[in-house]
């Protein structure tokens, strides 16, 4: 055995003796290259999709036992056996244009070695990762529907909304809670503070929507004045409506009601049992406009005096 420490190109010699007889062995200290052995790619068997690709690993056993990655060493070298198929910055690349089923092979060199990666181009099923339903809580008052969002987010990074697909399923904990057209409708019937869910199922996946039944006081949501402008002679008189619309969808004459207020710009027009009253006094061609509040709202009438 030469020492760690025996310099390249040293020479000695051995000395054998036995039964008193000698023999001699010449010894030359060399370095002995360290060369590659073998290749090993990893995964040696490679499934992708069209216009997709799979990482892979080249690496090199050396001689003296140690390994060497290779996979994007500029010596190492890729052949494919279909151009649909190639390799690039480390991985096997299948063209947007491969069909489904193309095989073939990528045959790896380096330092005089070979390694052989199968290749299958297939097309993977696209399939529902998640649901995401928006609003995820919704408040909603007897007889009113909230709109809903359901969107499926696919394997393949893209979504889709599915609120008011075929197979998307919606299963309610209470029947007076109720999913239609592509919103959560709570019953006439539902009582105030009734909670429940809405189950949403699409693709093998599944959402949850809490729901609230609140009852929701009704606003007034505008005015309307009719007619808003109007034509009046001097000592005359001219009847308007006000209708409130509210918000639950119903409408209210408030034009004589106590909480309506009437403001008008001059003193010779003013509004009396539910008309407007021109004064005798008023001159031929005052205008003037009178702004009506009822319910936190407003609307404008604009007079015109005109003999």
Request: hydrophobic letters at 35%; proline letters at 4%.
């Amino acid at each position: 055995m030469a020492s760690n420490l025996a310099p390249d190109g040293m020479t000695g010699t051995v000395k054998v003796t036995y039964g008193g007889k000698e023999a001699t062995i010449n010894v030359l200290v060399k370095k002995t290259e360290v060369i590659v052995e073998s290749l090993t790619a990893t995964p040696v068997d490679v499934t992708v999709a069209p216009g997709k690709s799979v990482p892979i690993s080249i690496v090199a056993n050396m001689s003296d036992g140690s390994t060497k990655n290779v996979t994007t060493d500029s010596t190492t070298k890729y052949v494919s056996s279909d151009s649909k198929i190639v390799v690039s910055g480390g991985s096997i690349v299948a063209s947007n244009l491969a069909p489904d089923g193309l095989t073939g092979t990528v045959k790896v060199t380096y330092g005089g070695k070979e390694a052989t990666i199968n290749v299958l181009v297939k097309k993977t099923e696209v399939i529902v990762e998640s649901l995401t339903a928006t609003p995820v809580d919704v408040t909603v008052a007897p007889g009113k529907s909230v709109p809903i969002s359901i969107v499926a987010n696919m394997s393949d990074g893209s979504t889709k909304n599915v609120t008011t697909d075929s197979t998307t399923k919606y299963v309610s904990s209470d029947s007076k809670i109720v999913v239609s057209g592509g919103s959560i409708v709570a019953s006439n019937l539902a009582p105030d503070g009734l909670t429940g869910t809405v189950k949403v199922t699409y693709g093998g996946k599944e959402a949850t929507i809490n729901v609230l039944v609140k009852k929701t006081g009704v606003t007034v949501e505008s005015l309307t004045a009719t007619p808003v402008d109007v034509t009046v002679a001097p000592g005359k008189s001219v009847p308007i409506s006000i209708v409130a619309n509210m918000s639950d969808g119903s409408t209210k004459n408030v034009t004589t009601d106590s909480t309506t207020k009437y403001v008008s710009s001059d003193s010779k027009i003013v509004v009396s049992g539910g008309s407007i009253v021109a004064s005798n006094l008023a001159p031929d061609g005052l205008t003037g406009t009178v702004k009506v509040t009822y319910g936190g709202k407003e609307v404008t009438i604009n007079v015109l005096v005109k003999k």
